[in-house]
Structures are given as C-alpha cells and as structure tokens.
C-alpha cells in the first residue's frame, strides 16, 4: 500500500559513482552521479528500511486503494511511453536522458541541463528529447515515483512539467529521509492531475512499476551503469562528452 512503500525510504542512502563533467552549454561544473549496483538495487537502502511495524505488515496485507479508485493508462506499463519523448517526432537527433527521481545529481541536472537541452535543441527543432526511467537509489520508492510521474503526464499530457516539477522539488519530498505524500499529490494537481491521489496510489502498486524495470532493463543494457546518463542518437555519451554534446548533434 501507499504508507507501507513511501515510508520505507526512511534510511535510504545514496550511492556514489563516477563523476559526470556536465559544462553542456555554459558553465563548466563536475556533477557526481549515482550508480547502480546490479543486485537487484536494494543494497542502495540501509538496512533499518527492512524494518517494518506490525501496521504496516498488515496494512500491506490489504486490499491495494488503486483496485477500486483509478486505473491507470496500459501507457504505463510501456518501457519507453510515448509521453515520455518532448519535441517534434522527425527531430534530426535524439537526446535520451536516464534518471532517477531520487538521485540528487539527477535533479540538478533536470533543473538546470535539460533546461538548457530544451531551449537550444528542442525549441529549435534540432533535436527531441527521451526520458527513461533507470532506478538506482530505492527500488520500491523511486520507482513509485516514476511510476506517478507517468500517470499525471498521461492524464496532463506533459510529462516535462511533472518531471521538471518532481526534480525542482526533490530534497523537500525526501526531506529528512522520509517522503512526503502530501507534497507528491500537490505536484500532480499542480501539474494538471485531478485526481493525483489516487494516482499516487496506483503508483504504489508494485504490478504498475513493470514499465520502469522494463526501462531500467533495457537502459543496463545499452551499457547504462549510473544517473543522470545521456546519450545521442543512440550513442552513450561517456563524462567528459556529455560537454561537448554539440559534437554529436547532426
């Protein structure tokens, strides 16, 4: 259920990985990314989230609210939704980029990079812009995250106003190690949702995160090890590329 998943980010940690050089198109800053650690991601948590009280035990034990409330859009369940791809379909180059809502590299990169990506790219036409889920910090609660992300772009029909809006907003959603539901469902009203509630439920729903590890999936399999990750028209950009982007737009 929706308590039992998002409060058992209380303890998450996250991991550290390589450095990610990210001047793209101004200044010159080193991002450090966050890895995945190829086993199944849970040892990215610490090990009191294990710990779970009698009432949440028995909470889970319930009958999912998403059951009777909402259904979700079959779009969900896709690795790569169409919602999830921002600028015009005969772009000249795709710019995909691997996140995770958790990771705080990821945010900074979506609130100030992709900002960036989008003016001088996709508002010019020159490239679109593919957003794929690739979960490294918690498997349960980021996916869920991502998973909601999905539902209120599908009923808003802009997934960068959500996506950018869960980014801006990360460190308070997080904040103190617990997440804060409340603020979750206030983003996806802003963003458009009018039933952000229930979608935040569905999301919770470990059935509805098979989009997401399908997206997780086939992101390690492009060779994809940490986030933020880009890659250009299907080449992954190593570090000190992603810099130098204009090299690789045609």
């Known amino acids: 259920m929706l308590s039992s998943v998002f409060s058992s980010a209380t303890g998450m940690r996250v991991r550290r990985g390589g450095t990610v050089a990210a001047g793209l ?19 990215a948590l610490d090990s009191a989230k294990t710990q779970q009280s009698a ?13 009777g409330a909402v259904a979700l859009d079959p779009q969900v369940l896709e ?50 812009i593919q957003y794929r889920d690739f979960i490294v910090i918690d498997e349960q609660v980021s996916t869920a995250i991502a998973v909601y992300a999905r539902a209120v772009a599908l009923e808003t029909g802009d997934y960068q ?19 804060n539901v409340e603020l979750l469902v206030q983003i996806g009203e802003e963003a458009g949702a009018d039933n952000a509630q229930e ?18 999936s086939k992101g390690r399999n492009e060779g994809v ?13 190593e570090p000190e590329e992603i810099q130098n982007i204009d090299k690789f737009i045609k």
Do not use: R, W
């Open 199 to 216: 979608l935040l439920d569905a999301a919770a729903e470990q059935s509805n995160g098979k989009g997401v590890m399908d997206s997780h």
């Open 79 to 128: 690795a790569e939704p169409a919602i999830m791809t921002i600028g015009k379909a005969d772009a000249p180059n795709t710019i995909t980029v691997y996140s995770d809502y958790l990771c705080p590299h990821c945010a900074d990169f979506a609130t100030s990079f992709e900002t960036e990506l989008k003016t001088k790219y996709v508002d010019t036409g020159k490239a679109k």
């Open 25 to 43: 198109l101004v200044a010159s800053v080193v991002l450090v990314g966050c890895s995945d650690n190829g086993n199944e991601l849970k040892d």
């Open 161 to 179: 106003k959500v996506h950018h809006a869960l980014m801006e907003k990360q460190s308070e959603i997080v904040a103190g190690g617990k997440v």
């Open 55 to 67: 009432a949440e035990t028995s909470a889970s034990a319930q009958p999912s609210a998403s059951n």
């Open 225 to 237: 090890s940490g986030t933020p990750s880009v890659a250009v028209n299907g080449k992954l950009l």
